[in-house]
């Protein structure tokens, strides 16, 4: 196992306003951008070459990675001129693999936050003779996901979109977002057109009789497409309920950065994790939340499951429950935003212009 290919492609719109400036694979997560978790991941498993497929911002990748040596990897770059969905994408970087036709070829995709054990999908993969091998997580509410049934075996035996009745639900079992394959494989996928393993791909493989093997490994999966479970992710992170050794840093209740100042009287718990040059104020109470480079939160603010942009400020004895606040914005003191609320990039918000009272 020495190659992978990770998809990092998106324009991570359910995850806006955190993705205006910056790809979603590259918003901090504990510290450092989340790719780095993936990359970092996949080295200690073995891989020392990685292709990342890029479209949306595809500049911010390689000036902060470079070769990928700091990392211990060697790290080459593709980028679609247009998007071409998860297929498209593996198949557009086919030509800087360099594996064998039958050697395995590593996939992530670039939102998933996960404790899979990445030896034990290859493993599985090379003892069953897979043409394709998924990893499968279970979920208690599995409407949402594509199910992916299997045998005895292990062997997928079909792909089920999102189902609509409780006559659909047959398994429990859900496309977790990494998979091996065989390398001949890939070139099977069709060249310079939008493709989806996930509709197209898989189905047709297993229409046509390859054998596709599914490994149910239900350690810690999240799927970080949205801003709260984005934050949640990073307070796992830092928490050490998902395993990664690019946290900058020894797991606990916060995690703050060099450069970030802290008063002393302020509370920081639950995960929380203050970045580079940021100011958290005497008062201040920080739970379970991510406060990017250079924001301020002022003097007896709240903030609890929130997301705070880079160089964004907090105003004094403000609250935020669940909330997402994009980079430059100026929240003015005494106001209380909850319950999903996103405020744009570099918007303002004068003192007390939104208040929830008790009973709401």
């Excluded at 040059?277 to 005497?282: D, H, I, K, L, R």
């Excluded at 109470?285 to 007896?300: D, K, Y």
Aim: proline fraction near 7%; hydrophobic fraction near 40%; aromatic fraction near 4%.
């Amino acid at each position: 196992m020495t190659e992978a290919i990770l998809l990092v492609g998106g324009k991570g719109t359910r995850l806006r306003p955190l993705t205006v400036n910056t790809p979603k694979p590259m918003v901090p997560a504990a510290g450092v951008p989340f790719l780095t978790h993936q990359l970092a991941r996949a080295r200690a498993a073995g891989v020392d070459h990685i292709v990342l497929a890029t479209s949306y911002l595809a500049e911010v990748f390689e000036p902060y990675f470079g070769d990928g040596s700091a990392l211990g990897l060697s790290i080459e770059y593709v980028t679609e001129a247009e998007p071409l969905g998860t297929g498209g994408a593996i198949r557009n970087v086919a030509s800087r693999l360099r594996s064998g036709p039958d050697e395995p070829v590593l996939i992530f995709n670039g939102d998933i936050l996960t404790g899979l054990d990445i030896g034990a999908l290859v493993a599985t993969h090379e003892s069953s003779g897979a043409d394709v091998s998924l990893h499968l997580t279970r979920v208690e509410d599995p409407r949402a996901f594509g199910l992916v049934p299997t045998d005895a075996t292990g062997r997928v035996t079909a792909f089920l979109e999102k189902p609509q009745t409780p006559e659909e639900i047959v398994t429990d079992q859900i496309n977790a977002g990494a998979y091996v394959f065989r390398r001949s494989v890939i070139d099977t996928i069709p060249a310079g057109r939008p493709v989806s393993v996930e509709r197209e791909t898989f189905p047709d493989l297993l229409a046509s009789g390859a054998h596709l093997q599914g490994m149910v490994d239900s350690t810690y999966w999240l799927d970080l497409g949205t801003p709260q479970a984005f934050v949640r992710g990073s307070a796992d992170l830092v928490l050490g309920r998902a395993p990664s050794p690019a946290v900058p840093g020894r797991c606990g209740d916060r995690l703050v950065l060099d450069t970030a100042t802290v008063a002393p009287d302020a509370k920081l718990t639950g995960g929380t994790v203050v970045g580079p040059g940021a100011v958290v104020g005497s008062g201040a109470r920080v739970n379970g939340s991510t406060i990017l480079a250079n924001a301020v939160v002022e003097p007896g603010a709240v903030v609890t499951d929130s997301l705070v942009g880079t160089g964004a400020r907090i105003g004094a004895r403000t609250v935020l429950t669940g909330a997402v606040i994009g980079d430059g914005a100026d929240i003015g003191p005494d106001n209380e935003l909850r319950d999903g609320v996103r405020v744009w990039c570099d918007a303002t918000l004068p003192a007390g212009a939104v208040r929830f009272s008790s009973d709401q």
